[in-house]
């Protein structure tokens, strides 16, 4: 049972963001930016955010060549191109709100690698150059294929390096912390260990029932932005969106690591990164998930021991053959998808918005969908 303060001073807002992931955080000071005087709270189940945001491998990327080659396919050239547009301008709008040095980016570009199986890809290299034409102020990917050996690669798996000179990487851990400092700085109220049972709608306000103290307490907001991401089926499952667990390693530090960026593979299934960490360079590596797409479906934040063991296999196959490390730690996060691949931002219910979109690739693409959810929810 709440206090009469309490209920008079928490828990009536203008609006309630259900979800303290890049979306969720990212509404929120869209929103504050919009209109200061709004009273907003973002509401979090985890003690910090527990889906993907902080559980990634911190790529700032816009999808590689085999990525974007099976997107045209499935979505066209244009839906493509205006995704890819998308996320370069959310990146541009992260880095401008948080600054580089509170979230860790740094920009030594990317790379996807081609195998025997997929080297075909190339064949559409400068089709892919020509739909994104407008996007980037060079071209998007260019063949680099001296760097297979100087950046330690087996050159008897690798074929090709398709280069991409306009994706960086950040720190995800202090791009979420600082996006929740800077979400405060607005106003807006955090909880966090607030986790949402249901959303009653019909009034004016929606009511928002919540576990607390062995009881439940109810929060109202005239509008409330639903976050979730791969858990908004327990609100609604009409969306189709179904979750998909993604796994990652660290190695220990490697000395002598001979590159730096992003690195992708098999239409993105595959990526790995250098980390720069106190004690020296390491490789973060990641992926695997279609090895076991039934299995993945899940959001479970456990592992999988058959896809780790592929991925220590390929690091020292094909990554880093060269290399000594061990590897010191794995952790796994839950991704949201849809079978678009495309963003969802519209209302759903006469209070309530979703703001949904990132399709496994939310760093650059949050902070986008983001402003669009605030839009929505202000009914700009
Ligand atoms: C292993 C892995 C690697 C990835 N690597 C990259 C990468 O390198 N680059 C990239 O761009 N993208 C990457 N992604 C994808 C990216 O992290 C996501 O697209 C993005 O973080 C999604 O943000 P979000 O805000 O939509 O969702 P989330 O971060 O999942 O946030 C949703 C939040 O809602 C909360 N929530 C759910 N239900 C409730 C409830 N009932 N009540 C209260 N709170 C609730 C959850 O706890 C969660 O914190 C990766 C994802 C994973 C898992």
């Known amino acids: 049972m709440l206090s009469y303060w309490e209920r008079e001073a928490w828990t009536r807002y203008d609006v309630i963001i259900i979800g303290a992931g890049i979306i969720g955080l990212s509404t929120a000071i869209s929103l504050k930016e919009r209109n200061p005087k709004l009273s907003v709270a973002v509401l979090e189940r985890g003690l910090i955010p527990s889906g993907a945001s ?8 816009f999808g590689s060549l085999t990525e974007i080659l099976h997107d045209i396919v ?34 030594h570009g990317g790379a996807e690698l081609l195998f025997e199986k997929n080297i075909s890809a190339l064949d559409q290299l400068e089709r892919v150059n020509t739909v994104l034409g407008d996007i980037f102020p060079q071209k998007a990917f260019y063949l680099n294929n001296d760097a297979i050996a100087s950046n330690g690669f087996n050159t008897e798996h690798v074929k090709a390096l398709v280069q991409s000179d306009f994706e960086g990487q950040i720190h995800s851990g202090k791009m979420m912390r600082s ?20 959303i009653e709608e019909g009034g004016a306000e929606a009511r928002l029932h919540l576990r607390h103290n062995d009881d439940s307490v109810v929060m109202q907001a005239a509008q409330v932005a639903l976050c979730t991401n791969a858990f908004t089926a327990q609100f609604a499952p009409e969306l189709g969106i179904t979750p998909g667990r993604g796994q990652v390693l660290v190695t220990t530090p490697i000395s002598g690591l001979r590159f730096r960026g992003v690195f992708h593979f098999d239409e993105g299934f595959y990526y790995f990164r250098n980390v720069s960490s106190p004690e020296g360079q390491r490789i973060l590596f990641g992926g695997a998930r279609n090895m076991a797409f039934e ?8 592992l999988n021991d058959t896809i780790q063991q592929e991925l220590e296999r390929l690091l020292h196959e094909v990554i880093a053959p060269s290399a000594e490390f061990s590897v010191e730690h794995r952790w796994s996060g839950i991704m949201g998808f849809h079978q678009s691949k495309l963003p969802i931002v519209r209302r759903t219910e006469k209070n309530v918005v979703i703001g949904f979109g990132c399709n496994g690739m939310g760093v650059a693409l949050g902070s986008t969908i983001g402003v669009e959810t605030a839009k929505c929810v202000l009914g700009q």
Request: hydrophobic fraction near 45%.
């Open 74 to 107: 499935a979505n066209g050239e244009e839906a493509t191109a205006e995704l890819v547009r998308a996320r370069y301008a959310g990146l541009h709008l992260l880095r401008q709100r948080l600054g580089d040095e509170a979230c860790g980016y740094e920009q």
């Open 295 to 302: 299995a993945e479906e899940t959001t479970a934040l456990t």
């Open 54 to 61: 902080t559980r990634n491998a911190g790529f700032a990327c």
């Open 179 to 198: 996006l929740a400092a800077l979400a405060q700085e607005r106003g807006v109220m955090l909880f966090f260990g607030a986790d949402v049972q249901q």
